[in-house]
């Protein structure tokens, strides 16, 4: 499906540059003598037409893949520029040979010996100037693509935070914990003691680290060992809890509150008694933290939300491309969430987070400056090659004009962009039309 419609684009682009030529040629004087002729010059214009337009998007999407959301930046954009005009240049050496070779009748080694230069400017020329066209296109649809996508992460993060804080400690636990120290009150109050200060602990880290994206990875495997001591004494030797006594990298990042989420989880839906004992393991591999535990499903009439999963999912969505994965299996259920690197930052205050947020928009803007210059250069580099060869090709018409003048608006678009002016709309438009396009995806 994408081969065809890339043919019929490619095969639209043609038609529109062959009535563009013809008007040329009649307005120089020329007369198609018959109509086999004007088909023949049709057929050999949409071979050139289709052969480049499909290398050239095919280049773009190879582009596309290897710099994910960084093609317009500046290194990435000469990267396009100059491999663009290498496929284009080695996709009319293959066009000359299928046309001088395969239905010409020539040798080979005749075509090269033949060859000049001025037969590929032409074609060249149209091919830059279709290429720039669309290179102008996908920047405007990679920008607003880019708007949206910033606003949905807005709306996530805020969306995740929230669950992440209605999943910190299920009401259950809490519930299950008080009638525990009522029980050690009466029965142990030394135990009660230690009881009440290990509870203390695990509310006084939910509250430290609502506001906090990440934690290290050892405070959140202190706070996952007091957070099992409080179960164990619920559960008493029914919990076997095991996990790595040293770390790889004690100062790497989690999410915080994700093991309570697991751990809990782990709980809430397997059978915990002393004849069916739940084994829970926590072990590092591959820069993932895996929590293992061995499966006895509760007799339960309803199934799980998967609410607790899916913060998690969301939480890690946000912050890595890394997933979370999970391995279910009869005997055993594994989750492998990221561990992430101690140098991503962690955003405690509002202050903070503004100061992050000016960088990157002060970053953005210096990028954006920087892409205009490199293609306003560019195109004043061109105007003067365009005029030469409009003079050697001695058309008896100013045929640089359209290329000139097609290019320059182009220039002249990306300037408005640049520096924020646009007559026609607006930012209450562009407000409007950002809330439109992120309904339409929703």
Known sequence: MRILKDFLKAFSVGSLVFIILGVIQYANGYEFTSVRELLIMFLYNQLYAVVLYMANAYYFGFLLEK?????FKTKNLLKGIVGGIFVTLLGIFFIRIITEVLIEGRSFSEFLAAEKVAYYYISFIISVVVTAAFYTYYYYRNKQQSIVTAQKIIAGTASAKFDALK?????????NSLNVLTSL???NPEAATRFTTSLSKVYRYVLEQKSKELVTLEEELNFAKLYMSLLAVRFEDSIVFTMPEKLENPQAKVVPLSLQLLLENAVKHNQVMPSKKLYITISEENGSLIVTNNRQPKQVLKESTGVGLRNIRDRYSLLTERPVAIKNTQREFRISIPILGENIKIMNTSQTFI??????LAKKRVEKLKGFYLHLTIYLLFVPVFIYLNYISRAGFPWAIFPIVGWGMGVTGHAAETFD???FFGKNWEERKIRELMDKDE
């Not at 710099?67 to 093609?71: A, C, G, I």
């Open 67 to 71: 710099f994910p959301n960084q093609v």
């Open 421 to 423: 002016y646009n007559p």
């Open 167 to 175: 999943n910190q400690l299920d009401p259950h636990f809490l519930f």
């Open 355 to 360: 100061s992050e947020k000016k960088y990157r």
């Open 185 to 187: 009150i009466e029965e």
